[in-house]
Each structure stands twice: as C-alpha cells, then as structure tokens.
C-alpha cells in the first residue's frame, strides 16, 4: 500500500501503515491489530498493538476539519506543530511527555508511546482517584517548558527563530473565539448554556460591562504576548496520570503565549474536579483536590523562582526586582485564565464531563459556584500571589451558594 | 556583467547595474552616473542619474556587516523587509514612503525613488528651518502603519501570517542592546558619555535602580509585545522633508512589536531638536518645536481615535472603554520609550549630531536636560495623555538648569 498522498486512515489502513512503516518498532515477528481510541475533537488516534508481544504504539494522524463540527477547517500542520513541540518538550521537561517516535509530514500523523498503562487524568478525577505526584509533576512540567522558552533565559535570535516556527494561526483562532470572545457575547450559534443557569448568566455574565472590558484585555494579552511556548489546551483532559507518573499530551494548540494560560488552565480544570467532588460529597476527594491545587501553585511559584536562580543570564533580567514583577504579572494572567476557562467550560461551546454529568440543581449550584468564582479571578487577578489566594476564591463562591438552599 | 552572485557594488557597477536591470526606469537614451551617498550604518546608498534627462533613481544595497562597527554582523535578508514593509507602507499611508521599483534578491538591493529634493529632517531642524506640515504628516503616517496592522484592525490569522513574515532578530538585536540595556548597565565597552557628564550620569542613570528596573521592563514589553508592524528606528534621520511633503524611509528594523515605540521616537528627536535650537538661542525655532511636538502627539491621539472609530470591527475591540484603555497603553509606552531614546542617544553608542555639534557647559547642559526629562518620562510613563504632558516634562527640567548657571 501507498502512503504518498495524503488521506484519513481507517483502522486497517492504519495497521498497514505500521507493518510497512514502522517495522522497527516491533520484534521481528509482529502481528498487528489496531482501534481508533480517539476521543478528542481534532485527530484520530490509532492503537497499534503486536498481538505476539502485546507491545503497542499510537499514530495520531490529524484530520483535515474538526470533529467537533466540520465548522473548524484546520491544517493538518498542526501535527508538525506537535511533534515539534513534544521533541521540544522533551528536552526541557524529561519524562513528562510521551516519547515520540516518528513524524511523517505526508500523512500528516505522528508516531508515539502508547500511554494505555496511564489514565486521563479527568476520567479518573471523576472516579475520586488522587494522585500523590501530579502536584509536584505538573509544576515541573510547566516551569521548565514555561521559563525555559522565554527570553529571560533563551538567547534572544533563538527565541525570535523559534516564536516564528510555531506561529499557529488557526488553533489560536479556536482559543480565540471559544475562550475569549463567545462566552461574554451572548453567542446564541455556539454557546451552550444549562436551562436552569440562562436567566442567572445573562446577567451576572452577558451584562457585566466591566467583565467583558478585562476580558477583552485578556484577549488581547493572549494574542500579542509572545511570552513562552506554551502548550495551550492544558486541562485534565490533556494529561495521563498513573500513581507514579504524569504525562502531558496534545500540545497541538502550542505557540508563544503568555505563561499565565497554561497555569489558569490547571487551575480551573482542578476547580471543576473540586466542583464534581463537591457535588457528589466527596469531602476527602474534594480536600485533596484543594490541596493539590493550593500546592500545584506554591511549587510552580517556588521552582520559577529557583530556576530563574540557576538560569537567567540576561542582563536586563537580572535587575534586583525583575524576577518579582516578572512572576507576578504571570500570576496575574494565571488568574485571568483560571477566571475564562471556568466561564467558556460551562458557557460557551466546550464543555468539561465534571460538570455536565451534573443534573438539575446540583448543576445549577456548581456552575454558579464556577462563574461567580470565575469573576473574581478576572476581575481582581491583580491581586493572586499564592495557593491560598485561589482557594479562598472558590471557598468564598461556595459559601455563598450554600448546598441546603440547592438540594 | 553578471550580478548573479551578491556582492557589494562600488559606484561604478552600481551604474552597469543600473544600466543593464533597470533600463525601463529611464529614457531610452540615457547615459548614467552614480554616487554612493549613503551617511547610515548599515548599507550602500547609489544615486544613479541620467545626466540627459536628469532624472535620477536610488539603489540601496545592504551590506554583509555595519558600517559602523564590524562587530554588527548582519543577513543582507533585511533588504528583503525593507522592500516588503515599503510596499505595506505605501498601501497604508500613500504617499509618506518612497516608491519602491524593484527587488533583488541576489544582490540584495532595492530601487526607489531619489529624495533628493527633499532633505533630511535632522540636517534641516539643525539649521532651523521649519515644516508646517510635518505633524499632520507623522501622525497620519503612524496612525495608519499602525493602527492598520495591529489584530484590533487585521484579520487575526492575516496578522498572525505578517507576524511570521516580519520576525527580525537581528536588527531587534541592536535595538535590544544598543537602546534597552547599555545605557542603563554602564557598557564601558560600547557607551560613550561625554566627558563633563561622566560623573552625573553615574550617579543619576547607572546608580538608578528604579530606572534600571523599568528599563528592564520595558525592554521585555518591546521583545514580547506583537502588537503593530513599527517602523522601528523613526528618527529624524529617517525622515526626509520638504515645505509640502514628508517620506519617511530606512524601515530595515521594523517588526511586530509595540506601537509606542515608533511614537517615542519621533517624540523623542524632537526633543533633541529643541534642545539643539535652545542651546543656539533661536527661540523661534525652540517654540516652532515645541508646538509641533504637541502637535504630533495631539493629532496621534485624535486620528487614532478617529481611525479606530472607522475600521475597527473586532468584538472585543468594541467593548465600551476598551478604546480609551488600549490608547492609554500605547501613550505609556511611548513616554516610556521617549525617555530610552533620550538617554540611549546620548549615553550609548550611537549619537545624534543635534546634541554632539554642541561644546563645553552648552553640551553639559542640553544633555542634563535630556536625561533629566528622560527620567521622568520612564518612570513616571502612565501619566501622559497629551502632547502638553510632554512638554511640561522637558519645561519642567529646563526650569532646574537655567542657562544662566551654565554660560
């Protein structure tokens, strides 16, 4: 079989695909099946497994539109963008990315380690599973990609080379519009907001002048900011757990961004897992997701702290108070995001599992819990200086949406 | 003669040059000459002249490395931006930019139309002449270069293709260095302070922390910030005058980076001009500056708020007061960068002849002032709104040395 023009593979096609590719990966005499396991909005994700060894690798070939709707035509670029990002990522943050193996730029697909012995960190967050590394994982992870592909500490030619190689016009236009734009405008196409919330988000959300102002600011951060690679879809769904490892995948969204968009996309993701945990009253899950939370954030700000200790050259960068100013319009623009991701999670078109598996009031509480929370974060995202900071918001939130009155 | 391998032309290959490629821009009988008569750092300036016809035509060439020191190596690539961003520049703002003809990209060489009817802009302020249509000139020129080509405006994902296109690292290189950290980090190598002030900028620039610090800042807001395609090094010396006509030219070091940037410039050299005309009694001249200074800025203001009113369609863009936030930005900025520009020409490496053609306490005191208002343009940027507040700034520290103390 040819694999010289570009087409979406089926599962069988993909298997040949391995037995004529990719050989090498497996012992001398393999057989091969393969499933599209899949479940994201933008690829196929092909399982390849050696029924002899039982070894297997994933092919993620990216499709020409999204499957989320045929709205979003994509470049199939996008899979260079990623095995790029993941050599990349690989090298800062060893460990805490899939190995890749391969890239082929016909097919548009990227070959790599199947993760099958790791779970989706937000099916098992649903499960009330905790996870005694993800804290400390998840920080280094994100000061090492983060800080190390910033100009405090690349040379400044190579960054500029690099910001050029992962201009990404299209997956940001996505980010754009789902996460900035759309669920503070009323966006009656795409916006999806639960029955019992419409009246309550029209005008806490839609009529606040003021949150539709920073927001705006925000966007606009986000587009001009070219701060760091970052990965820029970093939500539980995009993470495998296992007890003793943590693996982050899909980082088709990355470009320079700012730092605070990966760190506000944690946040939140961790938040919405509190909020399911709240709702089925799981009070150990949900205090260990609020201790994860307050520690994923204290150790992200301990190790920035650190690294740029052992790293940062630069002089301009060096000056006696950089360092603080720097760190903290980072987590300024961390609570800026966390306040978005939980407003476009439950307002706009892409919801999170954690809250729609929720139903009537105990839907209706969570959301509110979110929103009023989400408020907070972009419109005092000034004054975010620790862990305790961002739990204190949704404590408060909680408090005023006390469970008697919803249940 | 072939010119199918780049190398830098004397005058007389840049005359076969002209007479064998662009014979189409005279008249059939033409005989040529040519003169270099390029006074910038970076490349090769040939007038080619029809002695019939007397018309006359201009070949820039870019060079391997700068004039002014070899230590600049340079790609000749930045011919190549220079003859895109004319082009994007005629489209924005017609008529403010030479015509370009032709694009070589072996030789490394653009042809344009020769100014020499007009003069350069700093020569001319040096012998006190004045232009009245300068300040509507400059502010439509940047309000429409960019303004333009900032996403409130572009398509983003068109902005974001620009972006990629107009990546400059080694011409923001120079900028980097030369504006934002030497003259703040006493580069015994490269800076170079005029005797009677050594001790003075000791004490009130290099010994200055905050100063440093927001030098620091700023610095990462011009690395960072792709906000509007800028010209880059809109000096007085990149503009060429005439009583009915302004071009402005030599945009080699432009690229997405911060509107204010092109704005503070301007600001900037003017301030230098009346400085120079101060320092020579020639009050006429000093108040003609002056008033077009607050002009400038004044018009900026109004034609950008006149211009965003028309072609701004973005959504959030719209949002109410967003506006007056973005403009309020970008006057920060270039207060900001007015004050690095001050103290970059008269403490770093490369000068400018409006302060180095003074003498003695004449030069001392037209440069305390510079830096002097410098300062308080950099650390106090968030307070300027209007032409006038600039002015005051600069009034403010010609009040504190009275040239009586220093004659």
Known sequence: MKFDTYFTMNESEAATYASEKLAYLFADDFSLSCKEIGDGNLNYIFKVTDKRSNHSIIIKQSGPVARISDEFKLSPDRNRIEYEILKLQQQFAPGLVPKVYAYDPIM??????????????????????????????????????????????????????????????????????????????????????????????????????????????????????????????????????????????????????????????????????????????????????????????????????????????????????????????????SAGVTGLELCRRIIGLAHVKDITSLTGNIRLRAERICLTAAKEFILERGKYCCGLDFLQTFKKAEAAFAREDYV
Chains 1, 2 share one sequence.
Request: proline share 3%; charged share 25%.
């Open 108 to 333: 548009h697909c990227t070959v790599m380690d199947d993760l099958s012995d790791h779970q989706i960190m937000r099916r098992a967050l649903m499960e009330f599973q905790t996870f005694p590394k993800f804290a400390q994982d998840i920080s280094d992870f994100m000061v090492n990609t983060l800080l190390l592909t910033s100009d405090v500490v690349l040379e400044h030619k190579q960054k500029k080379d690099l910001v050029r190689n992962f201009i990404n016009p299209q997956l940001c236009e996505i980010t754009e519009d789902l996460v900035y734009t759309e669920p503070f405008n009323d966006n009656k196409n795409r916006n999806d907001v639960f029955e019992l919330n419409r009246s309550w988000v029209s005008e806490h959300i839609y009529d606040s002048l003021p949150l539709r102002l920073e927001t705006a600011k925000l966007k606009f951060e986000f587009m001009n900011h070219a701060q760091s690679l970052i990965h820029g879809d970093l939500h539980t769904g995009s993470i495998f757990v296992r007890q003793d490892s943590t693996k982050v995948i899909d980082p088709e969204f990355a470009f320079f961004g700012p730092i605070g968009y990966d760190v506000g996309n944690v946040i939140a993701n961790l938040i919405f897992s509190w909020a399911h945990s709240d709702a089925h009253q799981q009070s150990d899950h949900k205090r260990w997701v609020e201790e994860t939370l307050v520690a994923t954030v204290d150790l992200f700000i301990t190790k920035f702290s650190s690294v740029w200790d052992q790293k940062v050259t630069e002089v301009s960068a060096l000056t006696p108070g950089f360092k603080e100013y720097y760190l903290s319009q980072v987590m300024s623009d």
